[in-house]
T-cell receptor, first 111, second 112 residues
């Protein structure tokens, strides 16, 4: 059984550009959450989606947006990239039990 | 909002026992997770507590006191591979869903 898959694994972008990160949850999981993790810190909550609806939004600017598709996969978009957006972006999926399973993340570097 | 506090770093000796504490303040509490994260890797699930008491799972145990806003993760018979960051996450109700909020993590260094 495949786990949570994220793409791409690494990405380098220039300030001001836009980026789209992708996540495929575990088969049967309907909930997807996005987190940003900078070095030395815990993951910071960005968005949670369930059945294509936004269920939660963290304290991030409007440059950050996300959506969930009918197959429960999800995209995170970040516009007008800043140097401070450089981080590991983690996707987590959740099924009917309580556990969240994380993907390996996308390492975004903004130069 | 949520406030989660855990020590930044701890060191311990191989074979020993270590306790990592986590204190929290939150509204709509709905459970507490512990995750392990090795450098450059994704967090992996260790434990979940929603009721007071101790949950034991092999070498790892987790304790919760909801009235005190306190949890700890106990690691026994430490191995070198236990060197990692340990993340405490508190789940709270938000907009009909439950959102885990993470602390900054405790970096555990196990030395011979």
């Amino acid at each position: 059984d495949a786990g949570v898959t994220q793409s791409p694994t690494h990405l380098i972008k220039t300030r001001g550009q836009q980026v789209t990160l992708r996540c495929s949850p575990i088969s049967g999981h309907k909930s997807v959450s996005w987190y940003q993790q900078v070095l030395g810190q815990g993951p910071q909550f960005i968005f949670q989606y369930y059945e294509k609806e936004e269920r939660g939004r963290g304290n991030f600017p409007d440059r950050f947006s996300a959506r969930q598709f009918p197959n429960y996969s999800s995209e995170l978009n970040v516009n007008a990239l800043l140097l401070g957006d450089s981080a590991l972006y983690l996707c987590a999926s959740k099924g009917s039990n309580y556990g969240y399973t994380f993907g390996s993340g996308t390492r975004l570097t903004v130069v | 909002g949520q406030n989660i506090d855990q020590p930044t770093e701890m060191t311990a000796t191989e074979g020993a026992i270590v306790q990592i504490n986590c204190t929290y303040q939150t509204s709509g509490f709905n459970g507490l997770f512990w995750y392990q994260q090795h450098a450059g890797e994704a967090p992996t699930f260790l434990s979940y507590n929603v009721l007071d008491g101790l949950e034991e799972k092999g070498r790892f145990s987790s304790f919760l006191s909801r009235s005190k806003g306190y949890s700890y993760l106990l690691l026994k018979e430490l191995q070198m591979k236990d060197s990692a960051s340990y993340l405490c996450a508190v789940t709270h109700a938000s907009g009909g869903s439950y959102i885990p909020t993470f602390g900054r993590g405790t970096s555990l260094i196990v030395h011979p």
